[in-house]
């Protein structure tokens, strides 16, 4: 309630809303402590209520505690249904959080003459974006079992090893540790296409001498975590270990510039002056990273053109990477909590080039 | 580029678009084969264009084949830049698939004066919902993996074993043979949490006694399976017994009503029918299935709202179940294809509410 409480501070006192409509699955989440309803109607006089299909009814009675929750039946068209409610608690102007058009569209016409409807989904991740000591707890335990996952990797990965046989062993680590779901798809990404970020994961055979760029993430309670390393399948060259190296020191630099009120870009712009004074600034082809919580991608982003400065709260990834097509790539990342001296880190270890097993 | 031809036949020649802009991931997916793009404008003259930011333009170029590949810079307004290139090739009326409301604002405001622009997602999911032979070889390979996953579910699953853990055998199972990732959080739910439909996955210990929904799905290349069984761990009960053996006969008649042109609320109705006349219709809480692809659920709805029909390329569930809150829940599930005569199942086996452990 405390969440609903800062939002109605922001839209209702801080501007002159008096509805707010929240149609998005993760702010859902965030804001009933349940995602399976359809939509949430916070009115500034009446009750929160929780908008909610007969397949998810009485799981949500259940756990959507502190809510009027509603049934939407089969033959109920949801739009008509929240334009009604948004008659009933006198609501003028109603500020969303995020529709598609076509539902926005279905919407509006729907609340015609009754209230008008605007999108405010930067005051919802105004809240979302610092996370609160609850989430942070749950934080921590995604980033230990994150790093459950790259102890496998470094264990298990070896010349002859296919991609998704690393990836198989990986997530079964961190699920038998407890972890509810992986952050994202893994990427277990060798030779050559660890030059792609988003390299996903093959059925290729992992080759003596490859970079092997591991990127990972357990979730614990529908919270995230987000955490890269690279390594070597056998000896590392001169090059990669040099590349490596470099990779590391930009990480650390970055690292070192997490703080309270820190510009965005100048955290971003610590790593890049590493990678660009070594003359790979143009292989640096991503921002330096990015928030997480319950989606792996939030804001705020560490990027060049960030206007932002940080908050204690704020967790982001810290990710440089350097990426050289026909040869391969190299990525560090954690996801850090940022505090008002420094930050935390809630991935941490296995900084090293060379596989464990 | 059959898809992107088929698309253009029905935008183009049968509608009066000159344009047509995708940005939902899923279709840039189906469209151009490569899922990284932020967006692809296909013209009705002009080439096809992917737009893609510097993190995965290496990528595209490699991977996005037959497509001219756009690089969106980090300073470069994304709309901005696809308004421009609507403007160069002529468009007037452009249709697009499906935007948030903010960006369909950036999109429109970009036209003013050059273009009108329209949703059309419509059209999309009428050329994805008939998967074509290649598309059904890789929903078949994602289904065989599903019941991998199953047979661990059948073996693993006991008295005092822990939901996640269970979990993580299923997963572990369908990685090792080759999964992509889990089609969508896997589902362990036992004892009264069963009778939530989507009940997760906790840290609870499977008791003697207890119904298990297991609701699983591998995916290949994308393409993803769904199936659910239901078994219970030690020896089912006779109430058990019977509930489970009238779901298994409503899932068997709508299987047999699977086929092309068979009205999609007929499907249904067999189902329904059989828990109605046993008296649990109140309890059998959700749609008989839906379609299934590159997403976990896609149209078409069966559902007793349903106004369409089935097509040969079809690839739906049948799900029904019955839920009663403090008791449990069962559900049995196979993901099938619809074809000229009958239907085929992707997902097979383990009719059975007895553990094989």
Same sequence: chains 1, 2.
């Avoid at 149609?23 to 500034?44: H, K």
């Avoid at 079964?172 to 407890?178: D, F, N």
């Avoid at 040869?327 to 008002?340: A, H």
């Avoid at 930050?343 to 900084?351: D, I, L, M, S, V």
Wanted: charged share 30%.
């Amino acid at each position: 309630m405390n969440r609903i409480n800062a939002l109605k501070q922001k839209a209702f006192e801080e501007k002159d809303f008096d509805g707010f409509l929240i149609a998005d699955e993760a702010n859902i989440l965030y804001f009933a402590g349940f995602p399976g309803a359809a939509c949430l109607l916070i009115p500034r006089n009446g009750e929160n209520t929780l908008y909610v299909y007969g397949v998810n009814y009485e799981q949500a009675k259940a756990e959507g505690k502190g809510f009027r929750v509603e049934l939407v039946k089969r033959d109920e068209n949801l739009a008509a249904k929240v334009a009604a409610q948004v008659k009933d608690f006198g609501i003028k102007k109603l500020a969303f959080d995020m529709l598609t058009f076509e539902n926005y569209r279905n919407f509006a016409k729907g609340l015609r003459g009754k209230a008008r409807i605007k999108p405010q989904n930067k005051l919802v991740w105004e809240l979302r974006k610092v996370k609160d000591a609850e989430e942070l707890e749950l934080m921590r335990k995604a980033g230990q079992l994150t790093c459950e996952g790259m102890k496998a990797a470094y264990e298990f990965i070896r010349p002859g090893v296919k991609e998704y046989e690393a990836a198989a062993e990986i997530e079964y680590a961190m699920r038998r540790k407890g972890s509810w779901s992986t952050a994202f798809d893994t990427i277990v990404a060798s030779g050559v296409r660890s030059a792609f970020p988003h390299g996903g994961c093959t059925d290729m055979e992992i080759r003596e001498g490859d970079l092997v760029v591991v990127d990972i993430g357990a979730s614990y309670c529908y919270y995230r975590s987000d955490m890269t390393r690279t390594l070597v399948a056998g000896k590392p060259s001169e090059k990669q270990k040099r590349l490596y190296e470099i990779v590391k020191t930009a990480q650390q630099k970055a690292f070192q510039a997490v703080k309270e009120k820190a510009k965005a870009k100048a955290v971003d712009a610590m790593a890049r002056k590493v990678i660009e004074e070594a003359g790979y600034g143009e292989n640096f082809v991503h921002s330096l990273g990015h928030g997480v919580g319950l989606e792996v991608h939030e804001p705020p982003a560490l990027s060049p053109q960030s206007k932002e400065r940080l908050t204690a709260g704020n967790v982001v990834t810290i990710e440089p990477g350097i990426y050289l097509v026909g040869f391969g790539g190299i990525r560090i990342e954690d996801t850090v909590l940022v505090k008002e001296r420094g930050a935390e880190k809630f991935t941490n270890g296995f900084y090293t080039i060379e596989a464990i097993g």
